[in-house]
DNA sequence: TCAAAAGTGTTATCCTTACACCCATGT
DNA sequence: ACATGGGTGTAAGGATAACACTTTTGA
């Protein structure tokens, strides 16, 4: 295998570390500075190189340079994707002489530990702010109808004849128009239907700068279009956050957002605010039991401001024994 | 982002693509030769460079590099897993002067035409030959427990203390030893596993590699372990293989592979020969029916040696819509 | 007429959904 | 006592799993 061409190949890896931070979901982000120490106005993914002398997996690599740049310790880690496409914004990184491509690997991190303070460099971003239509918690969202749903019919009227139809069909089915259901784990087809639709301020970068044009600047936080981040790093976010909700329902993951004692509600609250949909209390607490994934320490947490909740642990011993495993979402209403 | 060393990577695609030939599922092959044209023993999946310069996109590159070497056009495509680590026989190329860091993206395809003959250099490979012990169509293989079980057990006791039980707890989930329940899906990990057991002979091979001393000679198909393959090709397989039957549940995926009018006994056939699981007829057909994601097309199908059967088509149109998708699998007995 | 495969009816059981109500604490 | 969350009981409807039986062809 050789390769045809004197560019070289260098490869970025990006994290997407999930925790609960006061009760919100968030992510990890970074505020990156080039050489200059200028700081960037948008947030980004902490994302590293990788080095093929020195580092033995991705994944090691990975966690040495979270660990260094954000001060963070990762413990559940999975790849997410790998981002190779031309003109996304991953673009040429200057490599001695000439340009570079760029390949990006993204992983998705989970942990229980959230806590600690933000620095100027590094923040929890609830991540429902760069995804404000993708929290169905109090309900539709009024900016679906409100701007996206406009926004789209816009765009699929600019397509000719039966382009049009198909981009409206796509559409309906992504954000729930017209009846359609809405599917919670489908957050990167979402993202991208709105890039392709101009809606995302990433496209607008992004073309100008394929087209040589100086890059208009960075829009900011629109509550019904969500806040913007540097290269695809929003792409590498949804990536993560669809895969996240997927796997919530065949996989015991919530318990890696724990803490190591919990009660059923605060984990109704979690769930709810991974996959943004409100969950039914006693099923969700039925489909809990079913699996047996979770043991009562008969204990109780009196700080909820009403009756207190018993306190339950997450049986890591028989997540592996027991046939399905996994909750899955009784949506409520 | 700069590298931080000298050590340049290459990235390499691979194709597990997967087809329906003569009612079995099969991957496609390639037997690689050398520059000297001296062809490997062992076969491996279709791969090829992925060039910096040149391919807009990996998916771009894949299809080209499939067709030009095995003549085949691709339809379904999409991205496995990213394999970067050292000392899995993703060995160092070269790469005009010294050696470079190969990373290979695997991806995974399906096609309904699988057809075509095999030609000196490519051919479709039934892929329960790589993996026996992934077909429980007609009952649990008796190698599991006359050959594989004991291995396993054999490696458990070389571990100190702790460490065995530990081992042993993993053989008896993913191999369903005593009673644990067989978890189709789980392709990758049981792999895995018997490569760290060093039941595959692909971990004798790259531990010799890795020490420098020369590769032994490699194995050849075994009727219980399977056939290996090239470099880490065994892995990426099961990798896929491991997706695709995951996917079974949740997507129509299975409908990528058959022609475009079928009958339900094909149809079932299809879906046993990738889950690797008998399914119950009625049971299945009932499922089906519920999506609504198949119809009748009012014909017969001859050719049964029995009964005539009707023929079905895919209404792709409906997919999209309905709240759920995907078959699920109802497991025979 | 018989083998071979296609195709159906029926039931018990379990899971999901939805409704409404009771319990224990702090103020 | 009442507001605030925590924590049940129960019943309807639907999906699953398992049973065995009928139908239509070719040899």
New interface residues.
Partial sequence: ????????????LSAVVVGMREGEAAVLTVKPHDDNGKVSALAGLP????????D???ELALRAFVAEQTGFELGWVE?L??F????RDAPL???GAGA????S?GYLALTPRAEGADTPDTAWMPWVRAFPWEDWRRGRPAAIDAVIAPGLKRWADEAGRGAAEARL?RAR?LFALDG??WKEERVLDRYELLYEAGLAPEAARDRALAEGRAAPEPARFDPALGEPMISDHRRILATGLGRLRAKLQYRPVAFELTPPEFTLSALQKLVEAISGVPLHKQNFRRALERTGLVEPLGRLEPDTGGRPAELYRYARERA??G?PQGLNLPVLR
């Fill in positions: 295998m050789r390769p045809q061409s004197g560019t070289p190949v260098v490869i970025g994302f590293g190189p990788f080095d093929p002398a020195q033995r997996t991705f790849q994707y790998t190779g496409d031309q003109g990184a200057d490599v570079a491509r760029v390949v690997v069909q089915q359609a259901p592996a024994a046939p």
